[in-house]
């Protein structure tokens, strides 16, 4: 059987194999094996679409600053539309979570993003929140909603500009590393590579296991969403996405209808992953109970899976043992809005260059800290 070869083969054509790609095609010659029919179809296309600053622990929300820049002055020609739209989030908090939303708003890395509301303000920039759920209230000004295809599909596009090769119904059955390439079987041929990049989102352990390399503990979790309509003619398209503190549920416009999810984080098997009955009735019933709304009918439902590495920052940086096997990895609930920044550090550690990003913390990033938390418990 012949084998095609390249500089580089990207497992995975998501959110996150798809940007890396189409950074390294200016320069080498990629290709993107994708095990389904479209890219898109796990994780990337089932986010909640928003970009925010403040969300996350403090390594994503570096990332997620890096990238701001991309998302508001993408590169020419990446797009003929916006890929942002300003929308506003408001984390809530009951009279009993109230210490926690100080610990928040505490936060220095927060200090500049978010100013505090009173309830009133709040009301008025949800007034579907009920008076008497809603104790305090922070608000970022500049989180956004992502057009999470449009992003995909740019980088899609310039992948394929500068000549990348997308494989798709290319299942990844087997890594081997000889001498000084990578032989990848796949259900639509083999190929080969000096350096494989691993960005097969859930699947990112299994693809470790495949090549040989030891897995990072990267669990994928289910969370659930569901489209709800709105009764009579309530205008939403202004409300900010609104978040309880505690990250129990979450809701947000999304074109004339209402977002809501209950924020559930359940640890799944790596899979085509579908809602729960009993996740879709906890978000109705939490966003109930925080609103004046009666949902009567549901549009759409839908789950996807955050797949978190045990730090819960992402994974980016060769394995520290199978020579020429890179991890895109553990983006959780983040990997929209950080993939800009995330892929050009990606590209510039697997170029072997200096990444001209300021402020990423690349060693909280590698997969190295693993095994250096691993030695300093021995
Ligand atoms: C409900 C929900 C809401 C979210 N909201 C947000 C949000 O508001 N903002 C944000 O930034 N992020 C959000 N996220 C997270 C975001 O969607 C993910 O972090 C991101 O999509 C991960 O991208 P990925 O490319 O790593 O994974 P994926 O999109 O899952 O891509 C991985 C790809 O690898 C392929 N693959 C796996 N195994 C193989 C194999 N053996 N051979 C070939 N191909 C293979 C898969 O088919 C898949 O297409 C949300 C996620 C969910 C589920």
Same mark, same amino acid.
């Given at each position: 059987?012949?084998?095609?070869?390249?500089?580089?083969?990207?497992?995975g054509?998501?959110?996150?194999?798809?940007?890396?790609?189409?950074? #390294?095609?200016?320069?080498?010659?990629v290709a993107?094996?994708?095990r389904?029919?479209?890219?898109?179809?796990?994780?990337?296309g089932? +986010?909640?679409?928003?970009?925010?600053e403040?969300y996350?622990?403090?390594?994503?929300?570096a990332l997620?600053?890096?990238?701001?820049?991309?998302?508001?002055a993408?590169?020419?020609?990446f797009?003929?539309?916006?890929?942002?739209r300003?929308?506003?989030?408001?984390?809530i908090a009951?009279?009993?979570?109230?210490?926690? #939303?100080?610990?928040?708003?505490?936060?220095?890395?927060?200090?500049?993003?978010i100013?505090?509301?009173?309830r009133?303000?709040?009301?008025?920039?949800c007034?579907?929140?009920?008076?008497?759920?809603?104790?305090?209230?922070?608000?970022?000004d500049? %989180?956004?909603?992502?057009?999470?295809?449009?992003l995909?599909q740019?980088? #899609?596009?310039?992948?394929?500009?500068?000549?990348?090769q997308?494989?798709l119904?290319?299942?990844?059955?087997?890594l081997?590393?000889q001498?000084?390439r990578w032989?990848?079987?796949?259900?639509?041929?083999?190929? +080969?590579?000096?350096i494989?990049?691993n960005?097969?989102?859930?699947?990112a352990?299994?693809?470790?296991?495949?090549a040989?390399?030891?897995?990072?503990?990267?669990?994928?979790?289910?969370?659930t969403?569901? #489209?709800?309509?709105?009764p009579?003619?309530l205008?939403?398209?202004?409300?900010?996405?609104v978040?309880?503190i505690?990250?129990?549920f979450?809701?947000?416009?999304d074109?004339?209808l209402?977002?809501?999810s209950?924020?559930?984080e359940t640890?799944v098997?790596?899979?085509?992953?579908?809602?729960?009955?009993?996740?879709?009735?906890?978000?109705?019933?939490?966003?109930e109970?925080?609103?004046?709304l009666k949902?009567?009918?549901?549009?759409?439902?839908?789950?996807g899976?955050?797949?978190?590495?045990p730090?819960? +920052?992402?994974?980016?940086?060769f394995?520290?043992?199978?020579?020429?096997?890179?991890?895109?990895a553990?983006q959780?609930?983040?990997?929209?809005?950080?993939?800009?920044?995330?892929?050009?550090? %990606?590209a510039?550690?697997?170029?072997?260059?200096?990444?001209?990003?300021?402020?990423?913390?690349?060693?909280?990033?590698s997969?190295?800290r693993?095994?250096?938390?691993?030695?300093?418990?021995?």
């Amino acid at each position: 059987m012949s084998i095609e070869t390249f500089d580089i083969i990207v497992i995975g054509a998501g959110i996150a194999g798809a940007s890396v790609a189409a950074e #390294l095609a200016q320069t080498r010659r990629v290709a993107v094996l994708e095990r389904e029919e479209s890219p898109g179809y796990h994780s990337t296309g089932r +986010s909640a679409a928003l970009f925010s600053e403040i969300y996350g622990n403090s390594v994503v929300r570096a990332l997620s600053r890096a990238s701001r820049d991309f998302f508001y002055a993408p590169p020419e020609g990446f797009t003929a539309h916006a890929l942002v739209r300003p929308r506003g989030s408001l984390y809530i908090a009951r009279e009993e979570q109230v210490p926690h #939303l100080e610990d928040f708003a505490r936060n220095s890395d927060l200090a500049g993003s978010i100013r505090r509301l009173t309830r009133e303000e709040a009301l008025r920039a949800c007034p579907i929140l009920r008076p008497d759920y809603v104790s305090a209230a922070v608000f970022e000004d500049d %989180a956004a909603d992502v057009d999470v295809n449009e992003l995909h599909q740019g980088y #899609l596009r310039r992948f394929r500009k500068a000549g990348g090769q997308l494989v798709l119904n290319a299942d990844v059955q087997a890594l081997a590393r000889q001498g000084e390439r990578w032989i990848v079987q796949t259900s639509s041929g083999m190929f +080969s590579a000096p350096i494989v990049i691993n960005a097969a989102g859930a699947w990112a352990d299994a693809i470790a296991r495949k090549a040989g390399a030891a897995p990072l503990n990267i669990r994928p979790c289910r969370r659930t969403a569901i #489209l709800v309509e709105l009764p009579g003619n309530l205008a939403a398209g202004s409300w900010p996405m609104v978040i309880d503190i505690d990250e129990t549920f979450y809701m947000k416009p999304d074109a004339g209808l209402l977002l809501i999810s209950p924020a559930d984080e359940t640890p799944v098997s790596a899979c085509d992953v579908q809602p729960e009955e009993l996740d879709i009735a906890v978000a109705i019933d939490r966003v109930e109970t925080a609103t004046t709304l009666k949902f009567t009918r549901i549009r759409k439902r839908w789950a996807g899976l955050r797949s978190f590495a045990p730090d819960r +920052s992402p994974v980016i940086g060769f394995d520290p043992v199978q020579h020429g096997f890179f991890w895109l990895a553990g983006q959780g609930g983040y990997g929209i809005q950080t993939a800009p920044a995330a892929a050009r550090l %990606a590209a510039a550690l697997v170029r072997d260059k200096t990444p001209d990003i300021d402020d990423i913390p690349i060693a909280q990033l590698s997969p190295q800290r693993f095994a250096v938390a691993a030695r300093s418990r021995v």
